[in-house]
């Protein structure tokens, strides 16, 4: 896997502080159809900064990554290339972390994993049916003020000064205040990742979440793409709530990072 996401405390609007549970999500499905099969959800960031955000990044042709102030994923082409890791010091440095690869590549001397944590990728189903909503009002660099304040309360994940570059975001005010937002992030070839999801404490439980992912949705479908999202397997009732309107797991996943040695002898950075 080549993204992570570094705020393991992801939560919306229908998080409820749920510890972990193994069996809350359907069991990883056969991958016997094309659009589970479809290998760009491998390396989905990959695909993102080689492609539609191509614009964006940062790095060659075997590291990319998004400017700091933009969106803290990175990843790799393939980690079978023996010149990756020069690539990935190249771009990042010495001393510095970067998406770990899978547990069976073996790290050079003086590269470190982090400690992993558990997530989940969802795609969606036939069951999914966006629908525009006549509240939701698109953000953007005027409204990035708000949308920082209110991830910072909501905690959904990652969101910095420049992530709405990233897609569209849309939000619903109430009283003049964003009380709730979504919007896209990743763009793999043929789809777009919802994310951005965060409800003010304050109105949850209205459902805002639900209409903004589906608002979401429908243009994902307008531009004849498919929606994915991502999410911490902690995160048991926001899963839930992206099952019940559309979504299934496609797979279960390890997030982490691996962090560079301090210097070409290879001795690691401490703490």
Avoid: C
Avoid at 43 to 58: F, I, Q, R, Y
Wanted: zero cysteines; hydrophobic letters at 40%; proline letters at 9%.
């Amino acid at each position: 896997m080549s993204i992570i996401d570094t705020d393991r405390r992801a939560k919306d609007d229908a998080h409820g502080g749920v510890p972990p549970v193994a069996d809350a999500v359907t069991d990883t499905p056969q991958l016997d159809d094309p659009v589970l099969d479809d290998p760009v959800l491998d390396n989905p960031a990959w695909s993102a900064l080689s492609g539609a955000h191509a614009h964006l990044a940062e790095g060659g042709d075997l590291a990319r990554r998004y400017p700091a102030d933009v969106s803290p994923f990175a990843a790799v082409r393939t980690w079978d290339d023996p010149g990756v890791w020069d690539a990935v010091l190249d771009l990042v440095g010495y001393g510095a972390e970067f998406p770990a690869p899978p547990e069976p590549v073996v790290l050079p001397p003086g590269w470190v994993r982090s400690d992993p944590f558990e997530g989940v990728q969802l795609v969606e189903t036939d069951r999914l049916h966006g629908r525009p909503d006549d509240e939701a009002v698109v953000l953007g660099a005027a409204d990035v003020p708000e949308m920082l304040d209110l991830v910072a309360r909501a905690q959904p994940g990652p969101f910095l000064p420049r992530t709405y570059l990233l897609g569209r975001y849309v939000g619903i005010r109430r009283d003049g205040h964003l009380v709730a937002m979504a919007g896209e992030r990743l763009a793999p070839t043929g789809w777009t990742e919802i994310s951005a999801v965060a409800t003010d404490e304050r109105y949850r439980g209205q459902g805002l979440a639900s209409r903004l992912v589906l608002d979401v949705v429908h243009h994902i479908h307008e531009r004849g793409a498919r929606a994915m999202m991502h999410a911490s397997a902690g995160n048991t009732n926001a899963i839930r709530l992206y099952e019940s309107l559309g979504f299934r797991l496609r797979r279960r996943l390890t997030f982490g990072t691996v962090r560079t040695p301090d210097s070409r002898g290879g001795t690691p950075v401490s703490g």
